[in-house]
C-alpha cells in the first residue's frame, strides 16, 4: 500500500486530469495446444483526459481500441495481460492506480466510473423490468433511501427527457433506441466522473443516432463528466468529442483537438480516413489505401502502417517513429508528419 | 499425428481415456489368440481362483475368466459400435435434412421422429427375440438397436441444422451453385460433429448397457460370449453364492473401465472437434 | 424492349402478433419500379431498419416471393420460377453480395471452393484448369489474384479483400444483376471505398447492374445514378440520386439527410445539438 502511495506521488498526476495512462502495454498470452501466440494488443500508449471532455478513439478492427479500453476500465482477463505501463484515475482526489492496486477500483465503479456499451442488452436484463436494472446497479452506490433511490432515478429519467414509467417495461418491449437511452440514463444516474462509451451508436439508426449522440453530450455536459468514446465512425467522432486519438496496430497514430485533427491530419493515416469519407453534396472520386490493416499478431516492423502509406520512406520500414507535439498543437507518431496533405 | 501426440502431452482426460480404452483394446487383441474355443467348455479346471496360473481365475463352466473376457469384449464392443454407427448414419441424415429443408417436411419428419421416440425400446427387442427364437442373431439384434437409439440424437442435429440454415453462409453456398447434398456434407456437417461425438458417446454406452441386460436376462444367443452373457452365465450356477466372485466382479470392472475410458475420450476429443477451439486453433 | 428488372406493385405481408390475433404487417408495400436492360445503373435502395429494404432485396433473388403485385427479371416473372434447371438459369443471372463477409463465408470453408463451384455450376467448367481460370480471371477484375487467395480461410483475410472475393464470385456467371445488401457496412474506413469504387467499374467495363442497398446517405450519393427511399415499406422519394439527396422535398428524406454527420466537427455538433426527437 505505501509503495503504491509514493509511486502514484512521483508521477505527480496534475489534478486536470481525470485519467493518466503511461507506456502501457498489455498482450493476449495465449497457450493452445502448445502453440505459443502473443498478441501486442496495446502496445505502448500514453494518454490523458481532462475533467469534461469527449475524449474519441477511433481505428478499425484489430486497431486495438477494445482491448485498450478494456484495460483502462481494468476488465481484462487472461490471456490477456498488462505487461508494462500504469492507468490512472483521479476522481477529485481520490486516485486510483488500476494495475498498481486494483482493489480500490471496485468500490469507484457505477459510483466514479461507468460504461455504455453497444449491446444494450448486455446491461438490461432481458427477463425483468427496467426498474429492477436500475436497482441491481445504482441502489448500493447512491445511498439514498428506498423512495429518495426511485424519485431521484425518476427525475434523472425526466431530465435526460425519458418517460419514467420506462421503469416498468421489459426491454424487450423498447425499441433499440429506448434501450440505448436507457442505458445512458443508467449509466449516469449515479453522476459519475468518468464513463468508456464502446461504440454506444453503431448499432442505430441515422435519426436515432443523431438523438443519443445530442443525449450523451448533453449529460456529459451537465454533469462536466469526462467520456472516452471509442467508435470506427469518424463522423460520430466529428460530432461528439473534443479530442480524438486515431489508433492502428495496437499503437497510437495521432492525436489531437478534433476540430485541428480534421483541418490539419498530421499523420497519413488521418489524412486517409477523413479524406476517403464520402459527403452529400461532394462528387469527387475517393480513394482507398491499399493492403490491409495488419495482423496484430504479425505486425511490420518498424512504423506500422508504412506498407500502406503514400509517404513511406526507407527509415519508416526500420524504426518506430514516436509521439512527438505535432504543429497543430496535438502528437503525432510519423516521419514526414509535417509533409502530409490533407485529400 | 501431431495432433495426436499435443492431446496426449496437454490434455489429461485424453491419457487417462487412451490407457483406458487401450487396456480394452489390448484385451479385444489378445482373443484373437486364445489358445482354447471361446464357446468350448470345460477345457480347464472349474472354480479356480486367480493365480499365476488361471490370472483371473476359472469358471464352474470350466472357462478361463481372462480368456472369455477377452472374447466377451471383442463381441460387445462390436456390438455397441455397429448400433453406433448405424443410428449415427439414420441421425445425421434425418437431423441435417429435416433441419435444412424446413417447413412442412420438416414438420412431417419431426412428426414420425417423435412418434418412434415414444416407442418402448426393451419391450420391442423382447418381442422380437421372441418372435424370432432361434434365427435371432447379433446382427439383427444391432440393427433393431440402431434402429431404436438415433430419434433423440436427430432432434438435436435438426435445432443446429435449423440456425445453420439461416445463416448467410448457406445462402451463399446456394448462389454459388452447391447443391443440397454438398451444402449439408460440406457446410453444415462439421457444425454438427460435435453433438455427433457426443451422443456416439452416450449411444455406445446406451447400446453396451442395452446388450448386457438383455443377455443378463438370458434374451440373447447365450452360448456367444458377451458381458452380459458372462453375468448370466455367472448368476445362473449362482456364482456369488458359490463364492466364485471374480466370475462376476472381473466382467463388471471391465465394463466400467471401458465405460470410463469412453467418456473421457468423448470429453477431451469433443473439446478438440469443436468448430470454436478449432478455430481458435487456426488463430481467428 | 424488355426491363431488366421490373417491379409491378410489388406488396409483401409478414403475419406479426401471437396465437390469437393473427394480423399482418406490410414489409413491403406497394413498390414499383423498373431497371433498364439497355443501360447499366447503379439504382440505390435507401432506408433504416424496418424499411423494408432487406426484404425487397430477398424477393429480387427470389428467395421470398411477394404477396401481391409482380416481380419480373429479363420479362419473367421470378416467383413462378420452378425447378433446378430454371432456378440455377436464374441465379445465373442474378447474383447476391451479401451484408457481412465473416458469415456470408463459412469459416470452416476454403475461400476458393466457392469460386470453384460457381465457375463450375454456372460456367460448366467441368475441370480443374477451367475452374481456375475463370476464378482467377473474376479476382483479377477486383484487384486480386487466386494465387492470394488459393488454399486460404476466411479469418486470413480482412473484411475488405472478403467482400472483394465475394464480388468476384458473383461476377463468375457473368451476371446481368448484382443485389448488394449493405455491402460495405461491416468493412473498415481504411477499405471502405475499394469495394464502393469496385461497383462503379463492373457497371461502366462490365455494364452489370447494381442494386445498392444501404443505410448510409453519403455513400449512396457517391456512387449511384437512382435512388429510391423507404419508409415502413413505401417508397417516399424516388429519382436520380444527386438531385434526390442534394434537395429532398419529403419531411421524412430531409429529417434522414439533416441527421447525416458530415466529416466536419463545427458543422457535425451542430446537429447533435439540436436533437430532434424523431420515432422511437
Same mark, same amino acid.
Given at each position: 500500500?505505501?509503495?503504491?502511495?509514493?509511486?502514484?506521488?512521483?508521477?505527480?498526476?496534475?489534478?486536470? =486530469?481525470?485519467?493518466?495512462?503511461?507506456?502501457?502495454?498489455?498482450?493476449?498470452? =495465449?497457450?493452445h495446444?502448445?502453440?505459443?501466440?502473443?498478441?501486442?494488443?496495446?502496445?505502448?500508449?500514453?494518454?490523458?483526459?481532462?475533467? =469534461?471532455?469527449?475524449?474519441g478513439?477511433?481505428?478499425?478492427?484489430?486497431?486495438?481500441?477494445?482491448?485498450?479500453?478494456?484495460?483502462?476500465?481494468?476488465?481484462?482477463?487472461?490471456?490477456?495481460?498488462?505487461v508494462?505501463?500504469?492507468?490512472?484515475?483521479?476522481?477529485?482526489?481520490?486516485?486510483?492506480?488500476?494495475?498498481?492496486? #486494483?482493489?480500490?477500483?471496485?468500490?469507484?465503479r457505477?459510483?466514479?466510473?461507468?460504461?455504455?456499451?453497444q449491446?444494450?442488452?448486455?446491461v438490461?436484463?432481458? +427477463?425483468?423490468? +427496467?426498474?429492477?436494472?436500475?436497482?441491481?446497479?445504482?441502489?448500493?452506490?447512491? *445511498?439514498?433511501?428506498?423512495?429518495?433511490?426511485?424519485?431521484?432515478?425518476?427525475?434523472?429519467?425526466?431530465?435526460?427527457?425519458?418517460?419514467?414509467?420506462?421503469?416498468?417495461?421489459?426491454?424487450?418491449?423498447?425499441? *433499440?433506441?429506448?434501450?440505448?437511452?436507457?442505458?445512458?440514463?443508467?449509466?449516469?444516474?449515479?453522476?459519475?466522473?468518468?464513463?468508456?462509451?464502446?461504440?454506444?451508436?453503431t448499432?442505430?439508426?441515422v435519426?436515432?443516432?443523431?438523438?443519443?449522440?445530442?443525449?450523451?453530450?448533453?449529460?456529459?455536459?451537465?454533469?462536466?463528466?469526462?467520456?472516452?468514446?471509442?467508435?470506427?465512425?469518424?463522423?460520430?467522432?466529428?460530432?461528439?468529442?473534443?479530442?480524438?486519438?486515431?489508433?492502428?496496430? *495496437?499503437?497510437?497514430?495521432?492525436?489531437?483537438?478534433?476540430?485541428?485533427l480534421?483541418?490539419?491530419?498530421?499523420h497519413?493515416?488521418t489524412?486517409?480516413?477523413?479524406?476517403?469519407?464520402?459527403?452529400? *453534396?461532394?462528387?469527387?472520386?475517393?480513394?482507398?489505401?491499399?493492403?490491409? #490493416?495488419?495482423?496484430?499478431?504479425?505486425?511490420?516492423?518498424?512504423?506500422?502502417?508504412?506498407?500502406?502509406?503514400?509517404?513511406?520512406?526507407?527509415?519508416?520500414?526500420?524504426? +518506430?517513429?514516436?509521439?512527438?507535439?505535432?504543429?497543430?498543437?496535438?502528437?503525432?507518431?510519423?516521419?514526414?508528419?509535417g509533409?502530409?496533405v490533407a485529400? | 499425428?501431431?495432433?495426436?501426440?499435443?492431446?496426449?502431452?496437454?490434455?489429461? !482426460?485424453?491419457?487417462?481415456?487412451?490407457?483406458? $480404452?487401450?487396456? %480394452?483394446?489390448?484385451?479385444?487383441?489378445?482373443?484373437?489368440? /486364445?489358445?482354447?474355443? !471361446?464357446?468350448?467348455?470345460?477345457?480347464? %479346471?472349474?472354480?479356480?481362483?486367480?493365480?499365476? !496360473?488361471?490370472?483371473?481365475?476359472?469358471?464352474?463352466?470350466g472357462?478361463?475368466?481372462?480368456?472369455?473376457?477377452?472374447?466377451?469384449?471383442?463381441?460387445?464392443?462390436?456390438?455397441?459400435?455397429?448400433?453406433?454407427?448405424?443410428?449415427?448414419?439414420?441421425?445425421?441424415?434425418?437431423g441435417?435434412?429435416?433441419?435444412?429443408?424446413?417447413? @412442412?417436411?420438416?414438420?412431417?419428419?419431426?412428426?414420425?421422429?417423435?412418434?418412434?421416440?415414444?416407442?418402448?425400446?426393451?419391450?420391442?427387442?423382447l418381442?422380437?427375440?421372441?418372435?424370432?427364437r432361434?434365427?435371432m442373431?447379433?446382427? $439383427?439384434?444391432?440393427?433393431? /438397436?440402431?434402429?431404436?437409439?438415433?430419434?433423440?440424437?436427430?432432434?438435436?442435429?435438426?435445432?443446429?441444422?435449423?440456425?445453420?440454415?439461416n @445463416?448467410?453462409?448457406?445462402?451463399?453456398?446456394?448462389f454459388?451453385?452447391?447443391?443440397?447434398?454438398? %451444402?449439408l456434407?460440406?457446410?453444415?456437417?462439421?457444425?454438427?460433429?460435435?453433438?455427433?461425438?457426443?451422443t456416439?458417446m452416450?449411444?455406445?454406452?446406451?447400446?453396451?448397457?442395452?446388450?448386457?441386460?438383455?443377455?443378463?436376462?438370458?434374451?440373447?444367443d447365450?452360448?456367444?460370449?458377451?458381458?452380459?452373457?458372462?453375468?448370466?452365465?455367472?448368476?445362473?450356477?449362482?456364482?456369488?453364492?458359490?463364492?466364485?466372485?471374480?466370475w $462376476?466382479?472381473?466382467?463388471?470392472? &471391465?465394463?466400467?473401465?471401458?465405460?470410463?475410458g469412453? &467418456?473421457?475420450? /468423448?470429453?477431451?476429443v469433443?473439446?478438440?472437434?469443436?468448430? @470454436?477451439?478449432?478455430?481458435?486453433?487456426?488463430?481467428? | 424492349?424488355?426491363?431488366?428488372?421490373?417491379?409491378?406493385?410489388?406488396?409483401?405481408?409478414?403475419?406479426?402478433?401471437?396465437?390469437?390475433?393473427?394480423?399482418?404487417m406490410?414489409?413491403?408495400?406497394?413498390?414499383?419500379?423498373?431497371?433498364s436492360?439497355?443501360?447499366?445503373?447503379?439504382?440505390?435502395?435507401?432506408?433504416?431498419?424496418?424499411?423494408?429494404?432487406?426484404?425487397?432485396?430477398?424477393m429480387?433473388l427470389?428467395n421470398?416471393?411477394?404477396?401481391?403485385?409482380?416481380?419480373?427479371?429479363?420479362?419473367?416473372?421470378?416467383?413462378a420460377?420452378?425447378?433446378?434447371?430454371?432456378?440455377?438459369?436464374?441465379?445465373?443471372?442474378?447474383?447476391?453480395?451479401?451484408?457481412?463477409?465473416?458469415e456470408?463465408?463459412?469459416?470452416?470453408?476454403?475461400?476458393?471452393?466457392?469460386?470453384?463451384?460457381t465457375?463450375?455450376?454456372?460456367?460448366?467448367?467441368?475441370?480443374?484448369?477451367?475452374r481456375?481460370?475463370?476464378?482467377?480471371a473474376?479476382?483479377?477484375?477486383?484487384?486480386?489474384?487466386?494465387?492470394?487467395?488459393?488454399?486460404?480461410?476466411?479469418?486470413?483475410?480482412?473484411?475488405?479483400?472478403?467482400?472483394?472475393?465475394?464480388?468476384?464470385?458473383?461476377?463468375?456467371?457473368?451476371?446481368?444483376?448484382?443485389?448488394?445488401?449493405?455491402?460495405?457496412?461491416?468493412?473498415?474506413?481504411?477499405?471502405?471505398?475499394?469495394?464502393?469504387n469496385?461497383?462503379?467499374?463492373?457497371?461502366?467495363?462490365?455494364?452489370?447492374?447494381?442494386?445498392?442497398?444501404?443505410?448510409?446517405?453519403?455513400?449512396?450519393?457517391?456512387?449511384?445514378?437512382?435512388?429510391?427511399?423507404?419508409?415502413?415499406?413505401?417508397?417516399i422519394?424516388?429519382?436520380?440520386?444527386?438531385?434526390?439527396?442534394?434537395?429532398?422535398t419529403?419531411?421524412?428524406?430531409?429529417?434522414?439527410?439533416?441527421?447525416?454527420?458530415?466529416?466536419?466537427?463545427?458543422?457535425?455538433?451542430?446537429?447533435?445539438?439540436?436533437?430532434?426527437?424523431?420515432?422511437?
Open positions: 500500500m505505501h509503495e503504491v502511495l509514493s509511486k502514484a506521488k512521483k508521477t505527480a498526476v496534475t489534478p486536470k =486530469n481525470v485519467l493518466t495512462v503511461e507506456g502501457l502495454k498489455a498482450y493476449y498470452i =495465449n497457450e495446444f502448445g502453440v505459443r501466440r502473443e498478441v501486442r494488443a496495446v502496445d505502448d500508449i500514453s494518454l490523458t483526459v481532462q475533467r =469534461n471532455e469527449v475524449y478513439i477511433a481505428g478499425e478492427s484489430s486497431s486495438g481500441k477494445s482491448s485498450l479500453i478494456k484495460t483502462l476500465a481494468g476488465a481484462i482477463r487472461p490471456p490477456m495481460r498488462v508494462d505501463g500504469s492507468v490512472k484515475f483521479d476522481f477529485g482526489g481520490q486516485s486510483i492506480d488500476v494495475y498498481g492496486a #486494483p482493489e480500490q477500483l471496485k468500490p469507484a457505477w459510483r466514479h466510473l461507468s460504461y455504455i456499451m449491446g444494450s442488452m448486455n438490461l436484463n432481458p +427477463v425483468r423490468r +427496467v426498474k429492477h436494472s436500475f436497482h441491481d446497479f445504482a441502489y448500493r452506490h447512491m *445511498g439514498l433511501s428506498g423512495a429518495a433511490f426511485w424519485s431521484k432515478v425518476r427525475q434523472h429519467l425526466e431530465r435526460l427527457g425519458l418517460d419514467p414509467d420506462v421503469l416498468e417495461a421489459f426491454p424487450h418491449q423498447l425499441s *433499440g433506441g429506448m434501450r440505448q437511452r436507457i442505458t445512458i440514463a443508467l449509466a449516469t444516474v449515479c453522476e459519475p466522473e468518468f464513463i468508456i462509451a464502446d461504440e454506444p451508436t448499432a442505430l439508426d435519426l436515432v443516432q443523431q438523438d443519443v449522440l445530442g443525449l450523451i453530450k448533453d449529460v456529459q455536459a451537465r454533469m462536466q463528466a469526462s467520456i472516452i468514446f471509442v467508435t470506427h465512425d469518424m463522423s460520430v467522432h466529428a460530432a461528439i468529442t473534443d479530442r480524438l486519438a486515431i489508433m492502428y496496430a *495496437g499503437r497510437l497514430a495521432e492525436e489531437g483537438a478534433t476540430q485541428a480534421f483541418d490539419n491530419p498530421q497519413p493515416y489524412a486517409h480516413l477523413i479524406g476517403s469519407l464520402p459527403r452529400i *453534396g461532394d462528387v469527387r472520386v475517393r480513394k482507398s489505401l491499399p493492403g490491409k #490493416p495488419p495482423a496484430l499478431s504479425d505486425p511490420p516492423s518498424g512504423c506500422r502502417f508504412h506498407p500502406r502509406c503514400p509517404l513511406a520512406i526507407e527509415r519508416c520500414s526500420r524504426e +518506430v517513429p514516436l509521439m512527438q507535439p505535432s504543429a497543430t498543437g496535438g502528437r503525432v507518431a510519423c516521419f514526414r508528419a509533409e502530409v485529400a | 499425428m501431431k495432433v495426436l501426440i499435443d492431446l496426449l502431452r496437454y490434455n489429461r !482426460e485424453f491419457l487417462l481415456g487412451t490407457i483406458l $480404452i487401450s487396456i %480394452i483394446l489390448a484385451l479385444v487383441a489378445a482373443s484373437f489368440f /486364445a489358445p482354447y474355443d !471361446e464357446l468350448a467348455t470345460y477345457v480347464v %479346471i472349474p472354480d479356480m481362483p486367480p493365480s499365476a !496360473e488361471y490370472w483371473l481365475g476359472t469358471t464352474s463352466r472357462q478361463e475368466v481372462f480368456w472369455q473376457l477377452a472374447a466377451a469384449m471383442r463381441n460387445t464392443l462390436l456390438f455397441g459400435v455397429v448400433v453406433a454407427l448405424v443410428s449415427r448414419v439414420i441421425a445425421i441424415a434425418v441435417l435434412v429435416s433441419g435444412y429443408l424446413g417447413g @412442412r417436411v420438416d414438420q412431417v419428419i419431426m412428426a414420425i421422429n417423435d412418434t418412434l421416440n415414444a416407442l418402448p425400446n426393451i419391450p420391442i427387442l418381442l422380437l427375440v421372441f418372435v424370432l432361434d434365427q442373431s447379433w446382427p $439383427i439384434l444391432a440393427v433393431t /438397436a440402431a434402429l431404436l437409439g438415433w430419434q433423440h440424437d436427430s432432434r438435436l442435429i435438426r435445432s443446429v441444422a435449423l440456425s445453420l440454415r @445463416r448467410e453462409f448457406t445462402r451463399h453456398a446456394v454459388s451453385g452447391m447443391r443440397t447434398g454438398q %451444402i456434407w460440406r457446410e453444415h456437417l462439421p457444425y454438427v460433429m460435435p453433438i455427433v461425438f457426443y456416439t452416450n449411444n455406445l454406452i446406451w447400446a453396451i448397457g442395452l446388450e448386457v441386460t438383455l443377455s443378463i436376462l438370458g434374451f440373447s447365450i452360448n456367444r460370449p458377451t458381458i452380459g452373457g458372462m453375468i448370466y452365465w455367472a448368476n445362473a450356477h449362482s456364482a456369488m453364492v458359490a463364492g466364485i466372485w471374480w $462376476i466382479v472381473v466382467p463388471m470392472a &471391465f465394463v466400467v473401465i471401458l465405460f470410463l469412453l &467418456f473421457m475420450l /468423448a470429453m477431451s469433443n473439446e478438440y472437434i469443436d468448430p @470454436r477451439s478449432r478455430l481458435a486453433r487456426m488463430g481467428a | 424492349m424488355t426491363d431488366l428488372l421490373r417491379l409491378d406493385h410489388v406488396t409483401k405481408l409478414f403475419p406479426v402478433g401471437g396465437f390469437f390475433s393473427r394480423r399482418s406490410k414489409a413491403v408495400d406497394d413498390v414499383n419500379f423498373a431497371l436492360a439497355d443501360k447499366p445503373e447503379i439504382f440505390a435502395i435507401v432506408g433504416e431498419s424496418g424499411s423494408g429494404k432487406s426484404t425487397l432485396a430477398k429480387m427470389g421470398e416471393v411477394p404477396s401481391s403485385g409482380q416481380l419480373s427479371f429479363d420479362g419473367t416473372d421470378v416467383a420460377i420452378r425447378g433446378r434447371a430454371a432456378r440455377e438459369a436464374f441465379m445465373a443471372k442474378v447474383q447476391p453480395v451479401f451484408q457481412n463477409p465473416f456470408a463465408f463459412n469459416p470452416l470453408t476454403k475461400l476458393d471452393e466457392y469460386l470453384f463451384a465457375a463450375h455450376r454456372f460456367l460448366g467448367a467441368s475441370n480443374r484448369g477451367a481456375e481460370a475463370a476464378a482467377d473474376a479476382l483479377q477484375r477486383v484487384g486480386l489474384s487466386l494465387s492470394e487467395v488459393r488454399g486460404r480461410y476466411s479469418h486470413e483475410l480482412s473484411g475488405g479483400q472478403l467482400q472483394r472475393i465475394a464480388v468476384a464470385r458473383a461476377l463468375i456467371p457473368n451476371p446481368k444483376l448484382i443485389v448488394a445488401d449493405e455491402p460495405v457496412s461491416m468493412v473498415d474506413a481504411s477499405l471502405r471505398m475499394s469495394i464502393v469496385l461497383f462503379r467499374e463492373l457497371r461502366d467495363e462490365l455494364k452489370v447492374s447494381i442494386i445498392y442497398i444501404t443505410h448510409d446517405l453519403a455513400t449512396a450519393y457517391y456512387i449511384s445514378d437512382r435512388v429510391i427511399i423507404m419508409q415502413k415499406g413505401k417508397v422519394e424516388s429519382g436520380d440520386a444527386r438531385t434526390v439527396l442534394e434537395h429532398p419529403q419531411p421524412y428524406s430531409i429529417a434522414l439527410k439533416g441527421a447525416v454527420l458530415p466529416p466536419d466537427p463545427a458543422a457535425a455538433s451542430a446537429i447533435i445539438r439540436q436533437r430532434q426527437v424523431v420515432a422511437g
